[in-house]
């Protein structure tokens, strides 16, 4: 069974801190997707990762891809209030599975 | 496009009854699954499917049936409810096999009582 372990759980911050949000896995994975949810809603893509090393930027938000495609990390700069969500990794498999992290709660106090 | 529709968004069950949960999509998505959240467990994989008459088992099956006979449709049975299902369910339905997004309904919050 391949499991996505997200660190840390919950995490409260002042607004206009910097934080990092962090997904490990000991599988591979042929990409590594953020989502966010919100309350009563369902999970929303924010970026897919696919290429060992790689970067991307979702303005304030920046995800990263091990090199080894088993992690991924979030990191989300000037904290603002409208962050505030649940945030979920999920890793895809190749053969149709997307198995998800246990999610990290995140509020953003202002 | 109305994306991902699930029914129906509540629901109370007695133990022991039996229900189904309805999940349709109109994006022509090859692969649909369904999940469970649980507070401070994630979304857990119950079922899926990678086409019309293909379904297979995800991480937490037990106590779920599925089908498809559509392309459309991937509905979820419970036959016998039971109190440890008591759960909000998504169903997400995906386009392709790899890498690619998921869209999720906006849930069916289950109670069993």
């Known amino acids: 069974t391949q499991l996505l372990e997200q660190s840390p759980q919950f995490l409260s911050i002042q607004e206009g801190e910097n934080l990092t949000v962090y997904c490990n896995s000991s599988?591979?994975?042929?990409?590594l997707q953020w989502y966010r949810q919100e309350p009563g809603e369902g999970p929303v893509l924010l970026v897919t990762?696919?290429?060992?090393?790689e970067v991307k930027k979702l303005k304030r938000l920046t995800f990263q891809f091990g090199d080894a495609r088993k992690d991924s990390s979030l990191h989300i700069t000037a904290a603002q209030p409208g962050d505030t969500g649940l945030y979920l990794c999920?890793?895809?498999?190749?053969?149709?599975?997307?198995?998800f992290g246990k999610g990290t709660r995140l509020h953003i106090l202002p | 496009n109305a994306g991902v529709t699930q029914t129906p968004k509540f629901q109370v069950l007695k133990t022991g009854q039996s229900m189904t949960l309805q999940c349709a999509q109109d994006?022509?998505?090859?692969?649909m699954s369904w999940y469970r959240q649980d507070p401070g467990m994630g979304l857990r994989l119950i079922h899926y499917?990678?086409?019309?008459?293909?379904?297979d088992q995800g991480e937490v099956p037990n106590g779920y049936n599925v089908s498809r006979s559509t392309t459309e449709d991937f509905p979820l049975r419970l036959l016998s409810a039971a109190p440890s299902q008591t759960s909000v369910y998504f169903c997400?339905?995906?386009?392709?096999?790899?890498?690619?997004?998921?869209?999720f309904g906006q849930g069916t919050r289950l109670t069993v009582v």
């Open positions: 994006m022509n998505h090859e692969y």
């Open positions: 499917s990678v086409g019309a008459g293909i379904t």
């Open positions: 999920a890793g895809c498999s190749g053969a149709g599975e997307i198995i």
């Open positions: 599988s591979v994975f042929s990409s």
């Open positions: 990762v696919v290429t060992g090393g």
């Open positions: 997400a339905s995906t386009m392709g096999q790899v890498n690619t997004e998921a869209f």
